[in-house]
């Protein structure tokens, strides 16, 4: 008699998973629409239009992208948390909104581990490290000599207070023991503008936006924040190689489901998302873009989540008042 509650809970999850199995066989019935957190144009638009078109093809359904800005993608992240878990709603998720906006604002209506089903991280985007050419600096070994010799005297531009390029560089100051003074402006243009006139006189910042500075000599390139070197850029070293081991930070693209999607369908987008990644037009578009393809599992892709925000944040507990 006591094996009875066993064999009935063994019965609930043995129909739960063929129901599961079931409905993954017919799917998708009708479009899919990946939600991304950012207006058309930007780096996730373009993650998600790419791979929403190797979907259309493999899944023989339409993949729509749909694009809601605000709030540093909290908006469209809490979309699809709430949405129905039948894989028919998918995020375009990020750094800001599985690590960074759940470790900096106070409340949240989403949790990025219990109410996401992680898919695949589609690719990585380390961020290049740039000097203003008046600085006499041409290592990151330099630059930490520099800045302990001259402690708090240096400044460091960044998109805003929270974002990618603050957490990075706020993390190497934390690793590399020194003191700069962070400058936040709104938006990518502000910053750079004022890193060009030596206002600021450092950057973590993307790759594409700041190569054609660097090429014209404008800017100085140091270092690349990725945990391996660029192919676009082979030549510039890793900052964990360059002096301060295990250091990696940047922007990373994935999709998620909302928590409760069947496992079977969610094996399947990874798959289909893995071998995107790998096709030679995706690499090459993606290359030429300072991004990294990955294409990885389910199960790879929830230990990254969980480890980026568990990174991320020890960064901001370490800097709280720089957050506020």
């Known amino acids: 008699m006591m094996r009875l509650p066993y064999v009935t809970a063994m019965i609930v999850v043995s129909c739960a998973l063929a129901a599961g199995a079931a409905f993954a066989q017919s799917y998708p019935s009708k479009a899919v629409r990946i939600v991304v957190p950012q207006l058309p144009g930007g780096g996730n638009d373009t993650i998600a239009r790419m791979i929403g078109q190797k979907l259309t093809v493999s899944l023989k359904q339409q993949v729509m992208v749909d694009n809601r800005p605000g709030a540093g993608g909290l908006i469209a992240a809490e979309l699809v948390a709430k949405a129905p878990p039948d894989g028919y709603t998918l995020l375009l998720a990020n750094v800001a909104t599985m690590a960074i906006i759940p470790n900096v604002q106070k409340k949240v209506p989403y949790d990025p581990i219990k109410d996401f089903e992680p898919v695949s991280l589609v690719a990585t985007a380390p961020l290049l490290v740039v000097v203003h050419p008046s600085l006499p600096v041409h290592s990151i070994k330099q630059l930490i000599a520099l800045a302990k010799a001259r402690p708090a005297q240096l400044n460091y531009?960044?998109?805003?207070?929270?974002?990618?390029?603050?957490?990075?560089?706020?993390?190497?100051?934390?690793?590399?023991?020194?003191?700069?003074?962070?400058?936040?402006?709104?938006?990518?243009?502000?910053?750079?503008?004022?890193?060009?006139?030596?206002?600021?006189?450092?950057?973590?910042?993307?790759?594409?936006?700041?190569?054609?500075?660097?090429?014209?000599?404008?800017?100085?390139?140091?270092?690349?924040?990725?945990?391996?070197?660029?192919?676009?850029?082979?030549?510039?070293?890793?900052v964990a190689e360059a002096g301060v081991p295990d250091y990696e930070a940047g922007s990373w693209y994935g999709i998620a489901a909302p928590a409760g999607t069947p496992g079977p369908i969610v094996d399947l987008l990874s798959r289909d998302i893995a071998a995107a990644t790998k096709s030679p037009d995706v690499i090459e578009r993606l290359t030429f873009e300072g991004v990294i393809p990955v294409g990885n599992s389910p199960a790879e892709f929830s230990a990254y989540i969980k480890k980026e925000f568990a990174r991320i944040g020890k960064v901001v507990r370490a800097s709280a008042a720089k957050f506020e």
Request: glycine share 8%; proline share 5%.
């Open 157 to 238: 531009a960044s998109n805003g207070v929270g974002s990618s390029t603050h957490l990075a560089t706020e993390m190497f100051v934390m690793m590399a023991g020194i003191k700069m003074v962070h400058v936040p402006y709104k938006g990518l243009s502000a910053a750079t503008s004022d890193l060009l006139s030596g206002q600021v006189q450092v950057m973590f910042s993307s790759a594409v936006a700041m190569m054609p500075q660097v090429k014209a000599g404008r800017l100085r390139a140091i270092a690349m924040t990725g945990a391996k070197r660029s192919a676009a850029i082979p030549d510039v070293p890793t």
